[in-house]
């Protein structure tokens, strides 16, 4: 573990969960977990190694066992993210986790089981944003199942409107998305660019996406090319 992993860059509430371990078991877990969410992104397996090394030593603890099972998913390994994510849940009692557990039931083949999540009365507990992850969450498991029409309809839902919400640029791009499977590229075409103009962080590849339905291909520079693959 590097020297400038410290236990204090962690999330406070975090850490705060954290509590009922001794304190250098604590410091230990709060550094692996803030290698984690360095890692993530930039080396999956690594994060992954990082959250099972925290889960070891604090598998009582909620936020360990979700951090691990995000690690989990993110690593493509569903089986394991969905029973971290159902300890994690059943630890804390909350449900924010269902989207993800829904989505792992997909990585397992059993979009059934996503929709059933879906359906279920704890998802009516989730919070807006969490509600949108779980639409977008529905629309793929109907695309699944082959019910490309239905994986439209799902997203056709009143945050639909919501464009100043933080979370909406993710849902119309997965609405461009479903649409441009049922075959309405047109259509799919104007929601990308809806969604690419609001996606200021850069969480989808709206952008990259639009440009490839549209035809733009990859603009060569001519001074890369060897002189005889020119025209003089």
């Given at each position: 573990m590097p020297d400038d992993a410290r236990a204090t860059d962690l999330d406070r509430e975090m850490r705060s969960e954290l509590r009922t371990l001794s304190a250098v078991n604590a410091e230990t877990v709060a550094r692996y977990l803030v290698q984690v969410g360095r890692l993530l992104d930039l080396d999956p397996e690594l994060?992954?190694?990082?959250?099972?090394?925290?889960?070891?030593?604090?598998?009582?603890v909620a936020v360990v066992r979700e951090i691990t099972g995000l690690a989990a998913y993110?690593?493509?390994?569903?089986?394991?993210?969905?029973?971290e994510f159902r300890a994690a849940k059943r630890l804390s009692g909350s449900v924010h986790l269902l989207p993800l557990m829904a989505d792992a039931e997909r990585?397992?083949?059993?979009?059934?089981?996503?929709?059933?999540?879906?359906?279920?009365?704890?998802?009516?507990?989730?919070?807006?944003?969490?509600?949108?992850?779980?639409?977008?969450?529905?629309?793929?498991?109907?695309?699944?199942?082959?019910?490309?029409?239905?994986?439209?309809?799902?997203?056709?839902?009143?945050?639909l409107k919501q464009e100043r919400s933080p979370w909406w640029p993710r849902l119309a791009y997965a609405?461009?998305?479903a649409l441009d499977a049922a075959g309405r590229s047109e259509d799919a075409r104007g929601w990308l660019?809806?969604?690419?103009?609001a996606d200021a962080e850069g969480e989808?590849?709206?952008?990259?996406?639009?440009?490839e339905l549209e035809g733009i291909g990859e603009v060569i520079d001519l001074g890369?090319?060897?002189?005889?693959?020119t025209e003089h």
């Amino acid at each position: 573990m590097p020297d400038d992993a410290r236990a204090t860059d962690l999330d406070r509430e975090m850490r705060s969960e954290l509590r009922t371990l001794s304190a250098v078991n604590a410091e230990t877990v709060a550094r692996y977990l803030v290698q984690v969410g360095r890692l993530l992104d930039l080396d999956p397996e690594l994060a992954y190694a990082n959250a099972m090394a925290a889960q070891r030593r604090a598998g009582r603890v909620a936020v360990v066992r979700e951090i691990t099972g995000l690690a989990a998913y993110r690593t493509g390994r569903y089986a394991e993210a969905l029973a971290e994510f159902r300890a994690a849940k059943r630890l804390s009692g909350s449900v924010h986790l269902l989207p993800l557990m829904a989505d792992a039931e997909r990585g397992l083949g059993r979009p059934e089981r996503a929709l059933e999540l879906a359906a279920g009365a704890e998802a009516k507990r989730l919070s807006t944003a969490e509600r949108v992850e779980m639409t977008i969450v529905v629309s793929g498991a109907r695309r699944d199942l082959g019910q490309l029409d239905a994986a439209v309809v799902a997203l056709q839902t009143p945050e639909l409107k919501q464009e100043r919400s933080p979370w909406w640029p993710r849902l119309a791009y997965a609405y461009a998305d479903a649409l441009d499977a049922a075959g309405r590229s047109e259509d799919a075409r104007g929601w990308l660019a809806r969604a690419a103009a609001a996606d200021a962080e850069g969480e989808t590849d709206a952008a990259d996406r639009l440009a490839e339905l549209e035809g733009i291909g990859e603009v060569i520079d001519l001074g890369d090319l060897e002189p005889d693959d020119t025209e003089h």
